[in-house]
């Protein structure tokens, strides 16, 4: 990989804006300037209540906020995909999409905004181009039928995505598209392994390369003009099919490294995309949905680094050496502190890991987080969820450096899941979960 980007400069291919993709950037930093100083602020929550999965928030112009997300819908009436484009305070929708087709698969799909100016959305087996009053331009059904995670923009302003594989389930497919048109650009890539977590990618004087997380390796993808391929030289193995531990969500790009967590197949991961169309059913599977239930593994929760140089050279810490570890979003680093931040939610705990020699645990903190976090490096915090002993979903801000707890926040949420937070630029955060949207702003 080649010098980074300035993290906070948005990356070629997207809208001008601070936050126009999930993770902020394709490098998947979660990173945001400015500060929150939630401790010596006091939290205001507006929530809304809206009985769908809401997946993310992104930013367009500024102040000019976008929703997206699927329905929970593992029975009964069909699925669809949609985007709304929400009022920052009160949430309501200015205006919506409509029903998106999504091939009849349920699963948190992605939105981003584009340098031309469009929200493109995936959902499902489903591409779609949207104006910014969220009416259809384009739409695209994908060249594979299975639910598809992960949507990022390349330097050239191409889009590429992934459908979602487990172990055994053969090779995921990457396919690149025309921002435009949606047509494809080249042939679909089959990768040798399946891949569960999302795609993220970097960009440099040697052109654009993709990282994706396979069922027992890392694979990264140079991607030219026209077409793409697998990097001869450099995929590393993380894991061992059969061995003590589950697969591997995203990875943050960091400080020459990928930085991820394994055991992440947990109980309805498996449910979900074993079955066709993905996650959906005659009959609703209960609590078998549960990302709480028992997993199969016997391995602690382990955070890895990965060099992102020729060696590949895996660096393994387990924060917490509690057996059955199990997590459903993908760990942060933070170079600014040298500090990786990892958690185990199936068994709780989070904990900081110091970077600067090796992998050393730096403190641990009593919580239960599932989410994907926001950092803000200038303050040391750290915005994550917390699931409680009581069944409420709190956001909580910890200070990267010591792991105290400086804020919790109380969201109205009884659901806690893998999606994504989103920083405003005004002291604030969107949350995004199974049911509720909320907006937490630090006055």
Same mark, same amino acid.
């Given at each position: 990989?080649?010098?980074?980007?300035?993290?906070?400069?948005?990356?070629?291919?997207?809208?001008?804006?601070?936050?126009?993709?999930?993770?902020?950037?394709?490098?998947?930093?979660? =990173?945001?300037?400015?500060?929150?100083?939630?401790?010596?602020?006091?939290?205001?929550?507006?929530?809304?209540?809206? #009985?769908?999965?809401?997946?993310?928030?992104?930013?367009?112009?500024?102040?000019?906020?976008?929703?997206?997300?699927?329905?929970?819908?593992?029975?009964?009436?069909?699925?669809?995909?949609?985007? &709304?484009?929400? /009022?920052?305070?009160?949430?309501?929708?200015?205006?919506?999409?409509?029903?998106?087709?999504?091939?009849?698969?349920?699963?948190?799909?992605?939105?981003?905004? /584009?340098?031309?100016?469009?929200?493109?959305?995936?959902?499902?087996?489903?591409?779609?181009?949207?104006?910014?009053?969220?009416?259809?331009?384009?739409?695209?059904?994908?060249?594979?039928?299975?639910?598809?995670?992960?949507?990022?923009?390349?330097?050239?302003?191409?889009?590429?995505?992934?459908?979602?594989?487990?172990?055994?389930?053969?090779? +995921? +497919?990457?396919?690149?598209?025309?921002?435009?048109?949606?047509?494809?650009?080249?042939?679909?890539?089959?990768?040798?392994?399946?891949?569960?977590?999302?795609?993220?990618?970097?960009?440099?004087? !040697?052109?654009?390369?993709?990282?994706?997380?396979? +069922?027992?390796?890392?694979?990264?993808?140079?991607? #030219?003009? !026209?077409?793409?391929?697998?990097?001869?030289?450099?995929?590393?193995?993380?894991?061992?099919?059969?061995?003590?531990?589950?697969?591997?969500?995203?990875?943050?790009?960091?400080?020459?490294? =990928?930085?991820?967590?394994?055991?992440? !197949?947990?109980?309805?991961? @498996?449910?979900?995309?074993? +079955? &066709?169309?993905?996650?959906?059913? =005659?009959?609703?599977?209960?609590?078998?949905?549960?990302?709480?239930?028992?997993?199969?593994?016997?391995?602690?929760?382990?955070?890895? @680094?990965?060099?992102?140089?020729? %060696?590949?050279?895996?660096?393994?810490?387990?924060?917490?050496?509690?057996?059955?570890?199990?997590?459903?979003?993908?760990?942060?680093?933070?170079?600014?502190?040298?500090?990786?931040?990892?958690?185990? %939610?199936?068994?709780?705990?989070?904990?900081?890991?110091?970077?600067?020699?090796?992998?050393?645990?730096?403190?641990?903190?009593?919580?239960?987080?599932?989410?994907?976090?926001?950092?803000?490096?200038?303050?040391?915090?750290?915005?994550?969820?917390?699931?409680?002993?009581?069944?409420?979903?709190?956001?909580?801000?910890?200070?990267?450096?010591?792991?105290?707890?400086?804020?919790?926040? /109380?969201?109205?949420? @009884?659901?806690?899941?893998?999606?994504?937070?989103?920083?405003?630029?005004?002291?604030?955060?969107?949350?995004?979960?199974?049911?509720?949207?909320?907006?937490?702003?630090?006055?």
């Amino acid at each position: 990989m080649t010098t980074p980007l300035d993290r906070n400069d948005p990356s070629p291919g997207y809208w001008p804006s601070r936050w126009p993709v999930e993770c902020g950037g394709n490098r998947r930093q979660k =990173a945001r300037s400015g500060r929150l100083d939630a401790a010596t602020g006091t939290a205001e929550v507006v929530t809304r209540r809206n #009985d769908r999965w809401n997946v993310m928030v992104v930013e367009r112009d500024q102040g000019e906020w976008f929703l997206g997300g699927t329905m929970p819908a593992f029975a009964g009436p069909p699925p669809y995909g949609w985007v &709304e484009r929400i /009022h920052p305070e009160t949430l309501e929708p200015i205006s919506w999409s409509g029903e998106l087709p999504c091939g009849d698969h349920v699963w948190c799909g992605a939105i981003l905004a /584009h340098a031309n100016g469009s929200i493109h959305s995936v959902n499902g087996s489903y591409l779609h181009r949207l104006d910014p009053d969220c009416q259809v331009l384009a739409e695209r059904e994908l060249p594979v039928d299975r639910s598809h995670n992960g949507l990022l923009a390349l330097s050239d302003g191409t889009l590429i995505t992934k459908d979602l594989r487990l172990e055994g389930q053969g090779g +995921t +497919t990457i396919t690149r598209l025309d921002p435009d048109t949606l047509d494809l650009i080249g042939e679909p890539m089959v990768l040798p392994e399946g891949s569960m977590g999302r795609i993220a990618g970097d960009h440099g004087s !040697d052109g654009d390369a993709v990282i994706v997380p396979g +069922t027992e390796h890392l694979w990264r993808i140079r991607v #030219d003009a !026209d077409s793409m391929h697998l990097d001869g030289i450099w995929s590393p193995r993380y894991r061992t099919t059969g061995g003590d531990h589950g697969l591997a969500w995203d990875s943050c790009l960091s400080d020459g490294a =990928a930085w991820l967590m394994d055991c992440g !197949d947990v109980a309805p991961i @498996r449910l979900i995309h074993t +079955t &066709e169309p993905n996650g959906r059913w =005659a009959d609703h599977p209960g609590r078998a949905l549960s990302w709480r239930n028992p997993v199969s593994w016997t391995g602690a929760q382990r955070l890895l @680094r990965v060099d992102l140089g020729g %060696s590949g050279e895996v660096d393994v810490v387990e924060p917490f050496g509690t057996p059955g570890g199990g997590i459903i979003a993908p760990p942060v680093h933070v170079p600014e502190h040298q500090m990786a931040l990892a958690w185990d %939610s199936l068994n709780g705990g989070l904990a900081g890991v110091d970077t600067s020699d090796g992998l050393a645990v730096s403190w641990h903190l009593d919580v239960r987080p599932t989410m994907q976090p926001v950092v803000f490096p200038e303050s040391a915090e750290m915005v994550i969820n917390d699931f409680t002993r009581d069944g409420t979903d709190d956001l909580i801000v910890v200070d990267i450096r010591t792991g105290n707890l400086l804020d919790r926040v /109380h969201t109205g949420s @009884r659901i806690a899941n893998g999606m994504f937070l989103t920083p405003g630029g005004n002291r604030d955060v969107f949350y995004c979960t199974t049911l509720t949207v909320a907006r937490v702003v630090w006055r």
